[in-house]
T-cell receptor, first 112, second 113 residues
Framework: GNSVTQMEGPVTLSEEAFLTINCTYT??????LFWYVQYPGEGLQLLLK?????DKGSNKGFEATYRKETTSFHLEKGSVQVSDSAVYFC???????????FGEGTQLTVNP | SQTIHQWPATLVQPVGSPLSLECTVE??????LYWYRQAAGRGLQLLFY??????ISSEVPQNLSASRPQDRQFILSSKKLLLSDSGFYLC????????????FGSGTRLTVV
């Protein structure tokens, strides 16, 4: 079956530090990959996505590249802000359907 | 444009009382609908998903149930709440058979006391 493994948190960084949150996946086909962000007390919001190998998703300074050879979709940001403090979820869906498989989430705290 | 509404935002209920959480989607037809629970500091647990009216699958055995009386309405219920039912409940929808991901509601914080 499908699975998503995320870097365990919590992750604590200082403002303007470089961020990487690792995500690897297992899937039978060629899934679409997603990063969702959950700010405190809110629902999840789609942050970025990639639908095929070598695609790069980007939004709000965050980037992730679909790496088929390493089955990875690591989330990166060059300079984090306090407002980026949230829980980040990596997820995949098979092309044949729309159900998502989520990772466990990674709590990010950015200190001023 | 499509929107998803979930209410109430917060709820405090005594043990043994009933529960009804409602989720509605606007601006789309025939969505897939989902109920998730998120315990404090933990990941997402899929509770129910529905591909159509009265077509609901349960992922985890529990004292919760779900119903879909209309195409764009999804209700999560319980006859008698347990302390362990406390958590953050999220409704979501997706386009059928398309890899576009989910759109989530804003969630309901349920505290069972």
């Amino acid at each position: 079956g499908n699975s998503v493994t995320q870097m365990e948190g919590p992750v604590t960084l200082s403002e303007e530090a470089f961020l990487t949150i690792n995500c690897t996946y297992t899937a039978t086909g060629y899934p679409s990959l997603f990063w969702y962000v959950q700010y405190p007390g809110e629902g999840l919001q789609l942050l970025l996505k990639a639908t095929k190998a070598d695609d790069k998703g980007s939004n709000k300074g965050f980037e992730a590249t679909y790496r088929k050879e390493t089955t990875s979709f690591h989330l990166e940001k060059g300079s984090v802000q306090v407002s980026d403090s949230a829980v980040y979820f990596c997820a995949l869906s098979e092309r044949s359907g729309s159900r998502l498989t989520f990772g466990e989430g990674t709590q990010l705290t950015v200190n001023p | 444009s499509q929107t998803i509404h979930q209410w109430p935002a917060t709820l405090v209920q005594p043990v043994g009382s009933p529960l009804s959480l409602e989720c509605t989607v606007e601006g789309t037809s025939n969505p897939n609908l989902y109920w998730y629970r998120q315990a404090a500091g933990r990941g997402l647990q899929l509770l129910f998903y529905s591909i159509g009216i009265d077509q609901i699958s349960s992922e985890v055995p529990q004292n919760l149930s779900a119903s879909r009386p209309q195409d764009r309405q999804f209700i999560l219920s319980s006859k008698k709440l347990l302390l362990s039912d406390s958590g953050f409940y999220l409704c979501a929808w997706s386009v059928r058979a398309q890899p576009y991901g989910y759109t989530f509601g804003s969630g309901t914080r349920l505290t069972v006391v």
